[in-house]
């Protein structure tokens, strides 16, 4: 298979920790400091250089499975019992992307107690020391409240608490490096002015990942599903406007990889969903003003958690344009004309496309004559280019069949996803 583009892995890392972060802003630092806490326990510990590395990314990502606004409140309580299993959802998740199998099984186990180590994964599997250090760093995180301007002030209480825990909770080993290493006021202090994270200065700056087009794919796909899986009637949204848009971009004689660079852009062009909340994506009623206005912000945020990531430049605006209109009517940056490209026009129309043909809370699927009437019109308003809405009339019922099968397929991923994570979660109660 042919390698199409190299990353540095702490920006793919990056990303999703963005989007992830998109869901709450209140908790959006939470993920930084427990990768900190994680890295610093590491040290101490005396792990190597790649298990540090491990442990930060981990904390950069424990809360993957967290989708909605409760899957990520819930947690910050510090008696927290994972009940809505978003550490199995993160570990099935993260799994399906090779170069993370590993750091999926660290957050898999990240709330499991010690028991005085009688603790065991599911059917009986050992659980990684690294999910027991994840696991302190994140009630550690936890007890430390951000409205304690001075943090040092809480130091004698949050070792008190922990200290209690040891054993049954925590790994004893783990809370004794905590105990050393909470004596240094550098530690606390460094998690008040944390800007790089620390395994960043271990990788070699030449340490590139290089994807194939199958595990690139993958993990487009594992940032699709953040915010696909966030509602049943979304499950295969994304994956239906990849497929659109493919054939489209066939008929206007793109070339082979700008024809995968607009399925890529189809499947993360609504990532900046993740910020609106799950009750508005699936409102039965009109949304009100403030609701839509709220709804209008997803393709900025799409635009702004992707924008770190060098290799996604191109997949990045075609994606996050999809909402401009030719007229100048759009957002959120207002383009008009040719400062429009032509990925972003084929993205634009797809997702109408799209949208309409899917049932939605408040309305079933519209028919052939109804979606061509609808795209017509906004290409006479010079909302959409009328070049692809010719496309789409001509060729409609192939765009439908390539709809129809993404969105069965999708539908039984979604569903593959939904009935593994039911099955661990009867797993995880029985062995908890």
Not at 122 to 138: E, W
Not at 212 to 230: A, H, P, T
């Amino acid at each position: 298979m042919t390698i199409i583009l190299s990353f540095h892995y702490l920006e793919l890392v990056f990303s999703i920790t963005e989007t992830i972060d998109l869901v709450s802003p209140l908790v959006a630092n939470h993920h930084k400091i427990v990768g900190y806490i994680s890295h610093c326990l590491g040290e101490q510990l005396g792990l190597t250089t790649e298990e540090r590395i491990e442990l930060e990314i981990a904390g950069s990502l424990h809360d993957i499975g967290g989708l909605t606004l409760l899957e990520r409140l819930i947690p910050t309580e510090f008696e927290y019992k994972d009940c809505d299993f978003h550490a199995e959802k993160g570990y099935l998740l993260l799994n399906r992307f090779k170069p993370f199998s590993r750091i999926a099984k660290i957050i898999r186990y990240h709330h499991n107690n010690w028991l005085n180590g009688k603790c065991l994964g599911i059917n009986n599997q050992k659980i990684p020391f690294g999910s027991h250090v994840l696991n302190l760093a994140d009630r550690i995180s936890i007890l430390i409240k951000p409205e304690d301007k001075y943090i040092l002030n809480g130091i004698d209480k949050i070792r008190e608490t922990i200290g209690k825990r040891k054993g049954d909770i925590f790994h004893p080993l783990i809370v004794d490096a905590f105990m050393e290493l909470s004596k240094k006021d550098s530690f606390w202090l460094g998690m008040q002015y944390i800007d790089t994270p620390e395994f960043i200065m271990c990788i070699d700056n030449s340490d590139l990942l290089s994807l194939d087009d199958e595990n690139f794919e993958d993990f487009i796909k594992l940032m699709s599903s953040l915010v696909d899986y966030k509602s049943r009637f979304t499950a295969s949204h994304s994956a239906s406007v990849a497929a659109c848009s493919e054939i489209i971009a066939q008929y206007v004689g793109f070339s082979a990889n700008d024809i995968k660079t607009i399925k890529y852009s189809g499947y993360i062009h609504d990532l900046g969903k993740l910020a609106i909340p799950t009750e508005i994506l699936e409102k039965t009623d009109a949304l009100s003003k403030r609701e839509f206005d709220l709804i209008r912000t997803h393709a900025y945020h799409t635009n702004r958690v992707l924008s770190k990531v060098g290799g996604f430049g191109t997949i990045r605006i075609w994606g996050s344009l999809h909402h401009e209109k030719l007229n100048g009517s759009g957002y959120p940056f207002g383009l008009k004309d040719e400062e429009i490209p032509m990925g972003a026009r084929i993205i634009a129309v797809a997702d109408i496309f799209t949208a309409i043909r899917e049932k939605r809370p408040y309305r079933d699927p519209m028919t052939k004559r109804e979606t061509i009437n609808i795209l017509v019109a906004m290409a006479e308003n010079f909302e959409i280019d009328r070049v692809l809405v010719e496309v789409v009339t001509k060729n409609f019922d192939e765009l439908e069949v390539a709809r129809d099968k993404a969105h069965l397929s999708t539908q039984y991923e979604y569903e593959r996803f939904t009935n593994e994570l039911e099955d661990n979660s009867c797993l995880i109660q029985r062995f908890a």
